[in-house]
């Protein structure tokens, strides 16, 4: 939309299943994957005259979260019964937070712009419907599972942005340990709310809400298409219609669901059999001092103290099993300055590329740090080159064995013994004159045959400096 007398407002909730053992309001697993109908118990499907309980594994991790994102934790907030019509939730209402909510002013920064996170607040999830062609079955073991809905303000300017913020969102509660926010299996869900109003104005203009959306590309790429459908018809003169809406990614298009039910419609009321969630200071700054490194901060350590530059630092940082495995690399270096940046390079370039190629993530990567840390050690020590260490490298990979343990078995230590290293050269010179004329009288670009002429007869193993600098040397005691 270049050169639009539109502006785009939009505003993200964001819903995401808590990594707790057990559901909200019960005691039944919280887990994925399990057989339909075989995680639920009378509290949890609605049956009358079960009674909720509010976990506080729950509320602890929903505080958790809440801290990571920058918010101010509410001492008093209220669980409310959010009445609509759920198939798969029995009781046909929610239990959500509405007007009091656990925690509300946060922030996180996309882009190198601070977008406020109006809210954080909890609520139990409905279940599962799954569609057939001439039926549909309900799945109730998802019902009753702790999420926390995390809505920002209206201030997400473009579609790319709205990506970013999702991506710093996933990653830092990923970090804090709260979800996998896995969006393939459900557990971070995200409905955006698009407007278009003209750059003049100060109001906002009709809304559409997108749903359907299982990536940040398929979020990018709805609200980009729901930004152009609104400009052709403001364009026409037409009015929006306030809806929901879902993106079909396979037609690359949203279409219109149903029309959008304002607040007041869900008839929100206090839930008389849950007491209101009251979280004491203590607890609140208990959880604050418990939370890990977030990645903003660890990406600043990486550049002040450890002398990254901020891409190499942003790469490492990306998630945090890679971090972990970069520290625990990083603590084995024996010239922690010099080595770091090499140990940089090859988790992010030869390990990450291996990782990519097999489908792995660092939770299942069988290569321990240790192993990269020798390799590296190995290079700056002058025991191998870089062109050996990756030759090494596909042994450990494949092997799952200490560098220095194939280094010697293979006979593959690099040749740094200036007597041998001369012997070589001397023997380039000898057996390659019309490079040696050429390199005398003055095409000083005929020393790298040479050097590639001892790398050679060395089954490159001689050190490739030391050979450039001897060769040098014998060469300018001949002019």
Not at 110 to 116: M, R, S, T
Not at 130 to 146: F, I, M, Q, S
Not at 192 to 216: D, H, I
Request: proline fraction near 5%; charged fraction near 30%.
């Amino acid at each position: 939309m270049k050169n639009s007398k539109y502006k785009i407002t939009i505003g993200l909730e964001v819903h995401v299943h808590l990594k707790t053992r057990t559901k909200l309001f019960c005691r039944c697993p919280n887990l994925y994957g399990s057989d339909p109908n075989t995680l639920i118990c009378p509290v949890c499907t609605g049956q009358p005259g079960t009674l909720p309980v509010a976990g506080r594994e729950s509320v602890r991790q929903a505080v958790s979260a809440a801290l990571a994102l920058n918010c101010n934790i509410n001492e008093y907030s209220i669980f409310e019964r959010k009445q609509y019509f759920y198939p798969d939730l029995p009781k046909n209402y929610q239990i959500s937070q509405y007007k009091l909510p656990l925690a509300e002013n946060g922030y996180i920064k996309a882009g190198g712009v601070k977008i406020k996170i109006d809210r954080v607040h909890m609520e139990e999830d409905a279940g599962k419907l799954v569609h057939r062609e001439k039926e549909t079955l309900v799945d109730y073991n998802r019902g009753g599972a702790p999420l926390i809905e995390i809505v920002s303000a209206p201030e997400i300017t473009s579609p790319p942005q709205a990506a970013e913020y999702l991506k710093k969102l996933r990653q830092i509660l990923i970090y804090a340990s709260v979800s996998d926010c896995d969006m393939e299996k459900g557990s971070m869900r995200c409905d955006a709310n698009l407007s278009l109003n003209l750059k003049e104005s100060s109001r906002l203009g009709v809304k559409t809400e997108v749903k359907n959306m299982n990536s940040f590309k398929a979020v990018e790429n709805a609200l980009a298409y729901e930004a152009r459908r609104q400009e052709s018809l403001l364009l026409e003169g037409k009015n929006i219609v306030q809806e929901t809406r879902l993106w079909d990614e396979d037609k690359n298009k949203t279409a219109g669901m149903r029309t959008k039910e304002e607040a007041h419609d869900y008839r929100y009321f206090p839930d008389p059999d849950l007491p209101p969630l009251i979280v004491a200071e203590a607890f609140v700054e208990d959880i604050r001092e418990s939370l890990p490194e977030l990645p903003a901060a660890k990406m600043e350590r990486y550049i002040k103290e450890m002398g990254l530059e901020e891409y190499d630092a942003s790469v490492l940082c990306q998630e945090r099993d890679g971090a972990d495995f970069f520290e625990s690399a990083y603590e084995k270096l024996e010239d922690k300055k010099e080595g770091i940046k090499k140990l940089s390079s090859w988790i992010s370039t030869e390990l990450k590329g291996k990782m990519n190629a097999a489908g792995l993530d660092f939770k299942s990567l069988e290569m321990g740090p240790s192993f990269l840390a020798e390799l590296v050690n190995l290079i700056q020590n002058g025991k191998i080159s870089g062109k050996m260490a990756k030759d090494i490298f596909e042994i450990i990979w494949t092997e799952k064995r200490s560098p220095a343990e194939i280094v010697e078995e293979k006979g593959l230590s690099q040749i740094s013994g200036e007597d041998k290293i001369e012997r070589l050269c001397r023997k380039a010179i000898e057996e390659n004159p019309a490079l040696t004329d050429k390199y005398l009288s003055g095409k000083e670009g005929t020393i790298g045959p040479l050097v590639g002429f001892v790398m050679k007869e060395s089954r490159g193993q001689a050190n490739p400096s030391m050979v450039n600098k001897k060769l040098r040397e014998i060469l300018n005691e001949k002019k």
